[in-house]
C-alpha cells in the first residue's frame, strides 16, 4: 500500500507537557494527532512545499487528508507511525511531527513543519523531545530534508545531524513519439491504482513486462515515479502505462548523487536536491537521559 512517506506506522501515548522557553512564548503542549487534525495536517503540509515541487509530492495532493484520516482512525494498522501536534496553552495548533521507529533505538523523521507565527519558539525542538520521551530506547534519528531548506538545516545542524548523502531529483517531460506500448505489458492492480488516485490523488503500480517487473510511483495525476532509473530505457513500457493513464505528462526518477541516469523517454532536468542525514547523539542535543 503507498503511503506518503513510505512507513506505515503510527503510536499513541499521553499528551506531554512542555516547558515554555525562556524568552517568554507561551507554553507548548504535545499530544498524538487526531483525525480531526488530518485536513489541518495536509493544509500545513501542503503550504510548507513550493509550489513548484508539489507535482512531486504525494504529501502535496488535495486527497492526502483523507489518507491520514484512515492512518489516524486505525493505529492498529500502523504501529510504529507517530504524527505528533504542538498545540499552545488556549488550544492553537502550532506544528507537527511525523516519525517511524525503523528498528530498536532508529527512528526516521518524515516531516517536521512549524506554522510561520509560531518559528523561532523551540516547537520543532519539543515535538522532538515528546517523541524522545516516549521512546527510551531511542538513540539515534535520521531524515531526509531539501537541499535548499536552510531553516530546516540549521535546525538540524544544532541536532547533530550530519550529511550522509544526495539524491537528485530528475524529471523528464515525455517525448515518447511514435513509441507504441510494448505488448508483452501487464499492469498489475491496474483497479486498486485507479481508485487510489481517484480517493487520495497519488498511488503505486505494479507493470510486468516480459520477465521484468516495474514498480512505479504515482504521485500526482500527472507524474509517473521510476523507482528504478532501468524503467527510462524502457519506452515501451512507460508507453503502456500513459495509454491507462493519459493524463500522465513527465516521469521522475530519484538518483544518488548529481549524475543523471539515461533516458530513453524524454531529457532529464534537475527539480531538487535532498540530503540524508542522521545523528547518533539525538538524546544528548535534546538534553535528555
Same mark, same amino acid.
Given at each position: ?218 504521485? =500526482? ?41 539515461? =533516458? ?9 536536491? =535532498? ?15
Amino acid at each position: 500500500m503507498p503511503v506518503p512517506y513510505g512507513a506505515q506506522s503510527i503510536v499513541r501515548f499521553p499528551s506531554v507537557a512542555v516547558a515554555s522557553r525562556a524568552d517568554g512564548a507561551s507554553g507548548v503542549r504535545v499530544r498524538p494527532a487526531t483525525v480531526a487534525d488530518a485536513d489541518w495536517l495536509a493544509e500545513v503540509s501542503r503550504a510548507s512545499f513550493a509550489r513548484h515541487l508539489h507535482d512531486y509530492l504525494t504529501s502535496a495532493q488535495p486527497g492526502v487528508g483523507r489518507f491520514w484520516q484512515v492512518v489516524l482512525a486505525h493505529p492498529e494498522s500502523f504501529p510504529t507511525r507517530c504524527f505528533l501536534v504542538a498545540e499552545d496553552e488556549d488550544g492553537r495548533r502550532l506544528g507537527f511531527a511525523d516519525l517511524t521507529r525503523v528498528e530498536p533505538g532508529l527512528a526516521h523523521l518524515s516531516y517536521i513543519c512549524v506554522v510561520e507565527a509560531a518559528r523561532g519558539r523551540g516547537v520543532a525542538r519539543e515535538l522532538l523531545r515528546a517523541y524522545a520521551r516516549t521512546h527510551p530506547d531511542l538513540r539515534s534519528m535520521r531524515l531526509d530534508v531539501f537541499a535548499d531548506n536552510a531553516p530546516a538545516r540549521a535546525l538540524y545542524d544544532r541536532l547533530g545531524f550530519a550529511g550522509d548523502a544526495t539524491t537528485t531529483w530528475w524529471v523528464a517531460d515525455l517525448a515518447l513519439g511514435g513509441v507504441a506500448p510494448a505488448a508483452d505489458v501487464r499492469l498489475e492492480g491496474l483497479h486498486a491504482a485507479r481508485a487510489w488516485l481517484d480517493t487520495y490523488g497519488f498511488g503505486e503500480l505494479t507493470v510486468v513486462a516480459g520477465d521484468a517487473t516495474h514498480v512505479l510511483g504515482r504521485p =500526482s495525476a500527472r507524474v509517473l515515479r521510476c523507482f528504478d532509473p532501468a524503467t527510462l530505457r524502457r519506452p515501451g513500457v512507460v508507453a503502456a502505462v500513459v495509454r491507462a493513464f493519459p493524463g500522465i505528462d513527465r516521469v521522475l526518477v530519484m538518483t544518488p548523487g548529481e549524475d543523471a541516469p539515461p =533516458s530513453a523517454v524524454g531529457p532529464l532536468r534537475a527539480v531538487n536536491r =535532498s540530503l540524508r542525514m542522521s545523528t547518533s547523539e539525538i538524546r544528548a542535543r535534546l538534553e535528555l537521559p
